[in-house]
DNA sequence: GCTAATTAGTTAATATCTTAAGAACAAATA
DNA sequence: TATTTGTTCTTAAGATATTAACTAATTAGC
């Protein structure tokens, strides 16, 4: 019978915790809790997204979104504007002190990223992500 | 840059969810949290557990963990009893009732496990279990 | 022996997760 | 056009995550 230990669920939830900790004192800092960061992140990559499309690419739950959006909103974080195309759809974007922010803080959080990426060979990093994409791909 | 999507914290969080996906179904029939079914595999496999040493096998800190047992103490899943030797640690134990609920439940979702694992090759599976080993050794 | 520093567990406050249900709008169909 | 069906986003309720602070019990230092 399989162990306990024995269990990619739980090592992937270990292990994500583990590269969490790298990044948390720095967004603590700001504060921002890692999903606002997370959003904030993809944000600055799309410009312009719609809420479902943000918590596809986010990895979070409407419900857990419109929260939230409902606090960075709060803290002038982004902006919510409804889509001229079709009135359910809302589009989200950064506002100026987001991006000041996010262009401030990025490089101290990249430079934590490759301090992490860098304690495993660029072999295991490139195998991990590459069967990582594999699982994503799964479907029950 | 590196572009959002490109990121194993993300990765990470994303397996996780899918391959946490194949139990949800059948945990919800009994009904169980997956944290929940956690603590309680790993206190069939361990038989008693203090509460701290409980959290670091579970990844689930201590705050969670009170509200986790109580809930579990009040669908009589486990019981607690103060350790004679320090009475600041709490030994907690399944109950009878769970016992029986986990050697009904437990060949079900060990199946699902192998339906998981069956979809990726055993190469990769040893590869990312390997991996996650490390990643999870790492210090900030 | 006594006090200071530690440790295990809990409580509190805020944020997020998960599932289900609801409101508003849009597209499809009779 | 009126009804139905589907989609987007939100609300609600219960459970868990995160950090800080607190209580009670133990240990360290003197």
């Known amino acids: 019978m399989r162990k306990f230990e024995d269990s990619i669920p ?6 994500r915790e583990v590269t969490m ?18 959003v904030i992140r993809a944000l ?19 419900p857990s979104l419109t ?3 409902n606090r960075l909103e709060q803290m002038d974080y982004i902006q ?7 009135q359910r759809r809302t589009l989200i974007t950064l506002t100026d002190r987001a991006q000041k922010m996010f262009n401030e803080m990025s490089p101290r959080l990249e430079a934590r990223y ?15 992500d590459a069967i ?6 799964l479907k029950p």
Chains 1, 2 share one sequence.
């Not at 600055?44 to 409407?62: F, G």
Request: glycine fraction near 2%; aromatic fraction near 6%.
């Open 67 to 69: 929260g939230i959006l």
């Open 80 to 86: 919510r504007r409804k889509s001229p195309d079709d």
């Open 21 to 38: 900790s790298f990044f948390r004192p720095i967004l603590q800092e700001i504060p921002l809790t890692e999903q606002q960061w997370r």
């Open 44 to 62: 600055n990559e799309y410009r312009e997204l719609e809420s479902k499309q943000l918590a596809e690419h986010c990895s979070i739950l409407s």
């Open 10 to 15: 739980l090592k992937l939830l270990k292990a």
């Open 114 to 128: 490759r301090d992490m990426t860098d304690k495993l060979s660029a072999e295991d990093m490139a195998a991990l």
């Open 132 to 137: 990582l994409t594999k699982l994503c791909k």
